[in-house]
C-alpha cells in the first residue's frame, strides 16, 4: 500500500514520526546544561564525560542491538524503544548528582540504540523501488527531532525549573500510544549463511580506517560545539531558551547541510567533497566563538552546515570501498565512529576548564584540517552504487546525530 505525494509506504511515515521523537528527547542533555552545572556542582570536563556515557550508550551500544534484532524480536525492539527513550530522559532534571545523571543518561541512551537498527531495517524493506527517498525521509524526521528538541526542553525548564522535566514524557507517550500499535510485523532481518562482518573488510582496512578517523574527527568538532555552546552563551548573558534557540539553529543547519551532501558528491566525488567541506568549515568555527549573540550563531551555523555536508556520504563511501559487508562498514561509519568521537568530549571539557570555552572551541574548530588530510589518500571518482543486502541493514544508523542516512546520497 502507497499513499501520498511522496508515494512511500505509509508504516514509513509513521517511523519518521518515531524517529522525531526518539532523536528529539535524545538531545534533552545539553541545552539543559546551563542549569545542571550549578545544579550538580559539575565541571566542563564532568559534563562532557556525561555526554560521552549517553554516547556509548546511544551510538556504540546499536552495534549489539543490530545483532540482536538480527536474531531475536525486532519488533519489541522498535516499540520498547522509544517508550525507554522518552521515559528516562526526561528524569534527568531530577538529578541530585552526577552519579544519577549518568545512570538516567546511560539507560535512556539504550532506548535509542535499540529503536535505530530494526527501524532503519524497516524502512529499508518497506522502501522499494525508493529506498534512498524512503530512508532519506526517516533521518530526516530524526534529525528534525534534535535540531528542534531545545527550542521546548531550555525554555520549559528555565521557565518551570528542571524538577518539572518529568511532565514532557506526557505528550510524547501520548503520541507513542497512537504510533506503537500501528507498527506492524516485522520478520527477522537476518540471513546466517551470509558471509560478511569484520573479518571480511581486512583487505579493505587502510582506506576504511581512514574514513572512520574522518568521522571521529569530525564528530569531535561537532559535538564539542554542540555540547558547550549553550554553557558559552549563557556564561555570556544570553538566556538558557536563547542558548536553546541558538543550539537548534546550528543543529538545523548542520542537518541540511548533510541532506545535501550527498547529490554534491554523486557530482564531484565523495573525497573531494569531504576535503573541501571539512577545509572550508574551519574559517567560521574558528572566528564563531570570538562573536557574541546571533552574529555568532550565524557564523557557527554556517560551519555546521559545511561540517556535516559529508553525513550520507561516509556510509556510501565505505560501502563503495569494501561493498562485501555493507552491514559492518555502515555500523563502522555511523554508531560506533560517532559514539568513539563522544569519548574525546569530556577532555575537550577539561580543556575548557583550564583555558576557557572559548579559545577551547577555536582549537577544535581546527580538529577538520586534521580529518582533510587524511582523506587526500582515500580514493578518487564518483560513487558507484552497492545494493545493500536486507541483511545488511540491521546495524545501520545512528541518532546523530545530527545524522543522516547512507542513502541519502543515494547514487543515480
Not at 160 to 175: I, Q
Not at 196 to 211: D, E, F, I, N, T
Not at 304 to 325: D, E, K, R, W, Y
Not at 359 to 382: H, S
Request: hydrophobic fraction near 55%.
Amino acid at each position: 500500500m502507497r499513499h501520498g505525494p511522496l508515494h512511500l509506504h505509509p508504516t514509513i511515515l509513521l517511523l519518521a514520526s518515531m524517529h522525531f521523537l526518539v532523536d528529539g528527547f535524545g538531545n534533552i542533555y545539553a541545552p539543559l546544561l546551563p542549569l545542571l552545572i550549578p545544579r550538580l556542582d559539575l565541571s566542563l570536563a564532568a559534563a562532557g564525560t556525561l555526554q560521552m556515557c549517553f554516547q556509548l550508550a546511544n551510538s556504540v551500544a546499536q552495534l549489539g542491538f543490530g545483532h540482536i534484532a538480527d536474531r531475536w524480536r525486532p519488533r519489541l525492539l522498535l516499540v520498547t524503544g522509544p517508550i525507554v527513550t522518552v521515559s528516562i530522559l526526561t528524569l534527568v532534571g531530577l538529578s541530585t548528582s552526577a552519579w544519577m545523571a549518568a545512570a538516567i543518561l546511560i539507560a535512556g541512551g539504550l532506548g535509542g540504540a535499540a529503536f535505530h537498527p530494526p527501524a532503519a531495517a524497516l524502512v529499508h524493506r518497506l522502501g522499494g523501488e525508493r529506498k534512498g527517498l524512503a530512508m532519506s525521509f526517516h533521518i530526516t524526521g530524526g534529525s528534525l527531532g534534535f535540531s528542534l528538541g531545545p527550542l521546548v526542553f531550555a525554555p520549559f525548564a528555565e521557565r518551570y525549573g528542571l524538577h518539572w522535566t518529568p511532565l514532557l514524557m506526557v505528550p510524547a507517550l501520548a503520541l507513542l500510544a497512537v504510533f506503537l500499535p500501528r507498527v506492524p510485523p516485522i520478520e527477522h532481518v537476518g540471513d546466517h549463511h551470509e558471509r560478511g562482518g569484520v573479518a571480511a573488510l581486512r583487505p579493505y582496512a587502510k582506506p576504511l580506517a581512514l574514513l572512520y578517523a574522518i568521522v571521529v574527527l569530525r564528530t569531535l568538532a561537532a559535538l564539542s560545539f554542540a555540547t558547550f555552546m549553550p554553557v558559552m552563551l549563557t556564561r555570556r548573558g544570553m538566556s538558557v531558551a536563547a542558548a536553546g534557540s541558538a543550539v537548534a539553529v546550528f543543529l538545523f543547519a548542520s542537518s541540511v547541510g548533510g541532506f545535501l551532501g550527498g547529490p554534491l558528491a554523486d557530482r564531484w566525488g565523495a573525497r573531494r567533497v569531504i576535503v573541501w567541506s571539512l577545509v572550508a568549515s574551519v574559517p567560521f568555527l574558528a572566528v564563531a566563538p570570538t562573536l557574541s549573540g546571533w552574529a555568532f550563531v550565524a557564523v557557527v551555523s554556517a560551519g555546521g552546515f559545511l561540517l556535516q555536508s559529508t553525513l550520507p556520504v561516509n556510509v556510501t563511501f565505505g560501502q563503495m570501498i569494501a561493498p562485501i559487508s555493507a552491514a559492518t562498514v555502515s555500523s563502522l561509519m555511523m554508531g560506533f565512529a560517532w559514539g568513539t568521537g563522544g569519548l574525546s568530549v569530556p577532555f575537550v571539557g577539561l580543556l575548557a576548564d583550564r583555558i576557557g570555552i572559548e579559545y577551547t572551541l577555536v582549537a577544535m574548530a581546527f580538529t577538520p584540517l586534521a580529518a582533510a588530510l587524511l582523506a587526500a589518500p582515500l580514493p578518487a571518482g564518483k560513487l558507484v552504487h552497492t545494493t545493500a543486502r536486507a541483511a545488511d541493514i540491521g546495524t545501520v544508523e545512528s541518532t546523530a546525530r545530527l545524522s543522516q542516512s547512507r542513502d541519502g546520497a543515494h547514487p543515480r
